[in-house]
Nanobody, 122 residues
Framework: QVQLVESGGGLVQAGGSLRLSCAGSGRTFSGYIIAWFRQAPGKEREFVASISWSGVNAYYEDSVKGRFTISRDNAKNTVYLQMDSLKPEDTAVFYC???????????????WGPGTQVTVSS
């Protein structure tokens, strides 16, 4: 079992940057695929990015490719989401999630953090 906690959200102007962190507990953290999802007001939760246990393989939703970068430091049990060139449409609650198998579907992940709010002003 793994517990996840996100941090790093906040208010930023369009074009700015934020780095989100997902801190995990448990000695098996490095064995999990970690993904970021987001949920905007009135919308369903959507996949943003994921990273393999080794950090070698990363996948991104089309609208964030070239702007967001996912990375991980297994020694620190932490996964990061560097978000650059932020747009107002990126405003959402961002969640990290863990799974032993790759998926871009919300129901593919067993463990979730409580989320962190990201607000991008125009």
């Amino acid at each position: 079992q793994v517990q996840l906690v996100e941090s790093g959200g906040g208010l930023v102007q369009a074009g700015g940057s934020l780095r989100l962190s997902c801190a995990g507990s448990g000695r098996t953290f490095s064995g999990y695929i970690i993904a970021w999802f987001r949920q905007a007001p009135g919308k369903e939760r959507e996949f943003v990015a994921s990273i393999s246990w080794s950090g070698v393989n990363a996948y991104y939703e089309d609208s964030v490719k070239g702007r967001f970068t996912i990375s991980r430091d297994n020694a620190k049990n932490t996964v990061y989401l560097q978000m650059d060139s932020l747009k107002p449409e990126d405003t959402a609650v961002f969640y990290c999630a863990a799974s032993i198998k790759y998926s871009s579907r919300e129901d593919g992940y067993e463990y979730w953090g409580p989320g962190t709010q990201v607000t991008v002003s125009s």
